[in-house]
């Protein structure tokens, strides 16, 4: 994978949005998901891994058990990829990454958290339709015929519906990046994308050392936060917006009047 550091405000934009000129279209429409984390150090490691001991052969069990108290009516439909996205937004540990395609929400993530000031952040942006052209045929076809770069749930729910299924890909070591489903608005402000790794104790970096020319990993230093946050903060990129309601406005205030440390 391609390691960037960068050195300014303005050296970040352009590292973000390099390549996104799509000369077919005649559009400027990047082709890249973006994860931002507070320390250059953090991999990109799911909840599940995160869980620690056997947490491969618990994690049928963590689902069907969230399937059982669940309401139902918090899926729309009865298939895996509902269920994992939802499980994933409310905090459940699964094999489920999540990205955006906003380089601004990255931003955010890479600099919400003021008590890891002290540590390089990371933007992480990997090249989804390069991704997608590693896929088993039965996937790669769906995109094909839907004429899309994408992969949706539903595309996903006629290809594999189940942990088994998916599990029978670990073997190829397939990464597949999707679209939730708009549980709620979070997921939309966030402009919310996500990962899954069909063999769930891979962590997905190791996936991109493998592969590579399909990702960049853009190092923040430590000394640029404070200017970026502020900045992303006149934009109106905070978590006010991005988790609406209470819980996100007052996670909002208490960053907005911390005194510089």
Avoid at 112 to 131: C, R
Avoid at 139 to 153: C, D, H, P, Q, R
Avoid at 240 to 249: A, E, Y
């Amino acid at each position: 994978m391609e390691i960037l550091e960068i050195g300014s405000w303005d050296e970040l934009q352009a590292e973000l949005f390099a390549d996104s000129w799509n000369e077919d279209l005649r559009r400027f429409r990047s082709r890249f998901a973006f994860r931002g984390l507070a320390d250059s150090d953090y991999r990109l490691e799911t909840t599940l891994i995160r869980l620690g001991g056997s947490y491969a052969e618990l994690e049928r069990h963590l689902l069907r058990n969230f399937k059982k108290y669940a309401h139902r009516s918090v899926v729309e439909k009865d298939s895996l990829w509902h269920w994992l996205s939802v499980a994933q937004h409310y905090g459940l540990p699964t094999r489920v990454l999540d990205w955006t395609y906003s380089p601004f929400i990255a931003m955010h993530f890479a600099t919400a958290n003021i008590e890891k000031f002290d540590k390089d952040g990371v933007i992480w942006a990997v090249n989804y339709v390069k991704a997608h052209e590693l896929l088993p045929t039965r996937l790669s076809n769906k995109l094909k015929m839907e004429g899309a770069n994408v992969l949706t749930i539903d595309l996903l729910s006629d290809a594999i519906n189940s942990l088994g299924e998916l599990d029978a890909l670990a073997s190829e070591k397939v990464a597949i990046f999707f679209e939730p489903p708009s549980i709620d608005d979070r997921i939309v402000n966030q402009y919310a994308f996500c990962s899954v790794m069909s063999d769930p104790t891979m962590v997905l970096d190791d996936w991109l050392e493998i592969h590579r020319g399909l990702s960049r990993k853009i190092i923040i230093p430590a000394a640029l936060k404070w200017e970026i946050r502020d900045k992303l903060d006149q934009a109106n990129v905070n978590e006010r917006v991005l988790f609406p309601g209470l819980d996100g406005l007052s996670r909002w205030l208490k960053r907005h009047y911390s005194p510089r440390l």
